[in-house]
């Protein structure tokens, strides 16, 4: 089982983005604000809105009384480290990193058609793929073919980047209508096991479904959490190392793929549980339960 443990991106590992940080007025200490207004901070590059009429000369990311944070800007929400948020344009958008050594990337949630990843150490080339988005879902005969609706892929996993310390990588995703990118997820990659068959995918859905005393039931959609649990097979030589990994993660999201062939058993989160049977021989068995975040 491969973990990409992610890298944090600072604004000096941003090289360039064709996302422009211009969401709203960037906020100024003189400008008399009224509720509900919207500004950004480009140094925590966050959206914060106005809770209280006035001037206040304190910057909204120390100032809960009058300020509260919306979320990211449009051009950072792929870099937050979080689930729910995206960052768009219209039919294409490109974004340079030098995340350092890393040999792992992971794009998630993704709206478009494909994907071109390169690596570049000074002036030449040292990687390049690009990856088609039609996931070819549903399609088993002529009539699928040309009836089915298209399903698009939402994930992308690459996990053998070559180790440049300088490396600059290059994501564009291009697309009819709107593009997306929900986490940027780039990093070190380890190994806690190998996965073995029969892992089980599962979720939990907080949308809230109410019937009234006439049976007439209302449906609030509220966020999705997966769950993959999947049984590994390691080296006994392997068990402490195993185990102290899975501790060293366990409050620290990351990017867990249970199987590369399948995008659902690719989960942005935490162990939740795990256990891994002390070896009498060679090997040892064990599971681990992942929870997305």
């Not at 793929?129 to 699928?144: C, E, S």
């Not at 995703?173 to 806690?192: E, F, L, P, W």
Request: proline residues 4%; contains cysteine.
């Amino acid at each position: 089982m491969k973990v990409i443990v992610p890298t944090i991106i600072t604004g000096a590992m941003l090289v360039s983005s064709t996302i422009p940080e211009t969401d709203h007025a960037a906020w100024s200490a003189v400008t008399a604000y009224v509720a509900g207004n919207r500004v950004i901070r480009t140094t925590t590059h966050c959206i914060y809105e106005r809770l209280v009429s006035g001037t206040t000369a304190t910057a909204p990311e120390d100032d809960a009384t009058n300020w509260i944070k919306v979320g990211p800007t449009n051009r950072w929400a792929m870099f937050d480290q979080a689930t729910g948020t995206q960052s768009t344009a219209a039919t294409s958008m490109t974004v340079v990193i030098t995340p350092g050594l890393v040999r792992g990337l992971a794009l998630l949630d993704l709206a478009g058609n494909s994907v071109a990843v390169t690596m570049t150490d000074g002036a030449t080339t040292v990687f390049t793929r690009t990856i088609n988005l039609n996931a070819g879902y549903g399609v088993f005969d002529w009539y699928t073919y040309f009836f089915s609706p298209i399903v698009l892929k939402s994930t992308v996993i690459i996990t053998d980047l070559p180790p440049y310390s300088g490396g600059v990588i290059t994501i564009t995703v291009t697309g009819d209508s709107t593009v997306a990118i929900g986490t940027v997820a780039v990093g070190q990659v380890v190994v806690v096991g190998e996965s073995l068959y029969d892992m089980e995918l599962s979720g939990t859905d907080y949308s809230v479904k109410t019937t009234d005393s006439f049976g007439t039931t209302s449906i609030t959609e509220r966020p999705y959490k997966g769950r993959v649990t999947v049984p590994i097979v390691l080296r006994a030589s392997d068990v402490d190392e195993a185990s102290r990994r899975l501790v060293s993660l366990r409050a620290k999201p990351s990017v867990w793929i249970g199987a590369s062939n399948y995008d659902q058993s690719v989960i942005y989160g935490y162990p939740k549980s795990w256990s891994i049977r002390v070896p009498r021989a060679l090997s040892s068995q064990g599971t681990i339960t992942i929870e997305g975040i």
